[in-house]
């Protein structure tokens, strides 16, 4: 199965894709995870990222285009994957269709994750990161607090705010999506892969919707 979680920042696109690996064992891919994982080696793409990643910026179409192309060519991309944060304009999505054409395989859903403004900037600012990139797993001080303050449950990690969870920079990032990314909604929709489901309530809840809408046989009329 090869999906598309598409949502503003904060939606809930990396808390669900790691519940989606442990059902059906095929692969998260975050741009947003590879871009910082770059910057964090201090690679030369890494250094130019963390420019447009701070300010809440995309970065240029064709550096995560690379970074997808790459990444989906591996083995363990054959079986499926999920895809959280890429593709983020109109073209990513076509050079995305390209790529995976090339594969011999297509997008099967897109899970478009609804949750208003006001709320995604109360996560974001709120949220905790494990600073273990192999376990990434994300917090929030108030909604899913660590059992320990600082320390990830998971794997013991320490938890670390990410440079552009404050407020200006989460205010420029929903900018950004309004203006680039929330068009691939009709992009999709024209495709009949679109599957909207609202955002909020308990992350176990919207797992549960998601893994239901996976489920569901696709009806002739595409919705
Ligand atoms: P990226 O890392 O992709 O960030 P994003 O899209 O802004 O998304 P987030 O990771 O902030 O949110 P999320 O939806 O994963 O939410 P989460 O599950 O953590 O990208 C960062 C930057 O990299 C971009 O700004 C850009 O510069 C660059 N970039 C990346 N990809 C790119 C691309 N394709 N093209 C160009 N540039 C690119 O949840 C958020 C918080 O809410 C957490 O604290 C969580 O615990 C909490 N939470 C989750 N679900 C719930 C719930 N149901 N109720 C209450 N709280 C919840
Ligand atoms: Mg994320």
Do not use: W
Not at 8 to 24: H, N, R, V
Not at 113 to 129: N, S
Request: hydrophobic share 40%.
């Amino acid at each position: 199965m090869n999906l598309i979680l598409l949502g503003g920042p904060g939606a809930g696109k990396g808390t669900q894709a790691k519940k989606l690996i442990d059902l059906y064992h095929i692969p998260q891919v975050s741009t947003g995870d590879i871009l910082r994982a770059a910057v964090k080696e201090g690679t030369e793409m890494g250094r130019k990222a963390k420019e447009f990643m701070d300010a809440g910026k995309l970065v240029p179409d064709e550096v995560v285009i690379g970074i997808i192309k790459d990444r989906l060519a591996q083995a363990d991309a054959k079986k499926g994957f999920i895809l959280d944060g890429f593709p983020r304009t109109v073209p990513q999505a076509e050079a995305l269709d390209k790529v995976l054409a090339g594969l011999g395989t297509k997008i099967d859903h897109v899970v478009s994750i609804d949750v208003d403004e006001e709320a995604l900037v109360t996560r974001l600012t709120g949220r905790r990161t494990c600073k273990n990139a192999a376990c990434g797993q994300m917090f929030h001080v108030k909604f899913t607090p660590p059992k320990k303050a600082g320390i990830c449950d998971k794997c013991g990690g320490e938890l670390y705010q990410r440079d552009d969870d404050n407020e200006t920079t989460v205010r420029n990032r929903l900018a950004t999506y309004n203006q680039a990314t929330a068009p691939l909604i009709g992009y999709y929709t024209q495709k009949g892969l679109v599957r909207p489901i609202k955002g909020v309530g308990s992350i176990d809840d919207i797992f549960n919707q998601i893994v239901g809408i996976l489920a569901a046989p696709k009806c002739s009329c595409g919705a």
